[in-house]
């Protein structure tokens, strides 16, 4: 039975921001004392410290909300997940579509080191934002002229990391809703372009720089597709907290970086022509309420509910030395220090569901463009609305 959210989100924020600022602070203080003589020591440090912060939200999907992700691929690209660098190009079609990709990557044994690019404003997340700054994801401010020069900056710099890592790319630039899909249509109509049905139509200067800069040291593109089974209500941020379960459907197919195009307009049109197919796969996922592929076993393992446990008691325990010993609770100065306390987390954590909920983005105003008819990037109105 669903469980109200006022009930669980204080507790669970309590546990997320105390341990988060733990993490925080080991993360700071081995960036300040190894990455400056070692960058790849640092990275190995951090992917181990990283991850007993995300492995909470990856308890929160799979034991308290109960979430179960099908994941459909071929036999040969699911024994390479997380033994290879892969850049990852999905659609984004639910509010918790980052937090999927941390569940597949933490069953590939990859979660300290999945990467992503998002928009700038993301990093100043308190514990969050800032664990994902520690751990080098790729920040943009919705603006090309501004973020060309910094996506190759952060994409060079992955050239020499340790361990595999996947970088994913949401290359629709923003989160799936019917409106943002009737702007697409329109657009697509208007400029001769094949108008969509599931997908946004993607925007391809940021996938276009990210094979450029990656195909080197790169040796797959994963081309990721989630849809939400008819019999399954669409998953939120909120939903979790409140202990509803709901069911992700995630199809993976492997592109060898080297069998890609080689000049840039080529690559951006077989992002398009991707887009195109996927689609099509949508449309016969929502006849079959499945895929065609075959269905994984991904499993549950018991690491998440380990480390949320010990991060519990380790917190409990610290916080009842704590109030011991400063009577805090004793006068009503400390409990009014507390209550304001709690009232700051449980903000904090509705600001978090907030920040994922698609709803709130605007959807695109759409102007024809001169060069959609030969295939050219969305109008300006449409690339400014870069949500993600």
């Not at 990275?43 to 992700?69: H, M």
């Not at 917190?315 to 304001?340: C, E, R």
């Amino acid at each position: 039975m669903a469980i109200p959210a006022a009930a669980v989100i204080v507790p669970l924020g309590v546990l997320f921001f105390l341990s988060g600022l733990v993490v925080n602070l080991v993360q700071a203080f081995f960036y300040v004392i190894i990455r400056p003589f070692s960058k790849n020591t640092y990275r190995r440090i951090n992917r181990v410290v990283a991850e007993l912060l995300w492995l909470e939200l990856v308890w929160i999907v799979d034991w308290w909300a109960g979430v179960k992700i099908k994941l459909f691929t071929d036999s040969e690209t699911f024994k390479k997940m997380g033994k290879e660098h892969a850049l990852l190009m999905s659609n984004h079609r639910s509010d918790i579509d980052w937090l999927v990709g941390w569940v597949l990557a933490q069953r590939s044994g990859c979660l300290g080191s999945a990467l992503a690019v998002m928009k700038k404003s993301s990093k100043l997340l308190p514990v969050i934002g800032w664990s994902m700054w520690f751990s080098e994801y790729l920040f943009l401010e919705r603006s090309w002229a501004k973020d060309e020069s910094t996506l190759k900056i952060g994409l060079r710099r992955l050239r020499d990391y340790p361990q595999p890592f996947w970088l994913a790319l949401f290359v629709e630039g923003t989160r799936f809703t019917k409106a943002k899909l009737l702007a697409a249509q329109e657009y697509a109509a208007s400029t001769g372009l094949p108008v969509p049905r599931n997908v946004l139509i993607p925007r391809t200067k940021g996938f276009v720089c990210a094979v450029t800069h990656m195909r080197s040291f790169v040796p797959a593109v994963y081309e990721v597709t989630v849809a939400i089974p008819k019999t399954s209500p669409p998953p939120t941020m909120l939903k979790l907290f409140k202990g509803q379960p709901s069911v992700v459907h995630v199809h993976l197919k492997r592109h060898a970086m080297k069998d890609l195009p080689q000049t840039e307009d080529e690559v951006a049109q077989w992002c398009r022509d991707i887009f195109v197919a996927k689609d099509k796969l949508l449309d016969k996922h929502n006849e079959d309420d499945t895929f065609p592929d075959q269905q994984q076993n991904i499993g549950r393992p018991l690491k998440s509910l380990v480390v949320v446990i010990s991060w519990a008691c380790l917190l409990l325990f610290g916080a009842t030395k704590f109030l011991l010993w400063s009577n805090l609770l004793s006068s009503w100065k400390g409990i009014a220090i507390s209550g304001i306390a709690l009232g700051g987390v449980t903000i904090l954590m509705q600001i978090m569901i907030q920040f994922s909920q698609s709803e709130r983005s605007t959807p695109a105003k759409v102007a024809p463009s001169k060069q959609g008819r030969n295939g050219g990037e969305p109008s300006r109105t449409m690339q400014n609305d870069n949500r993600h």
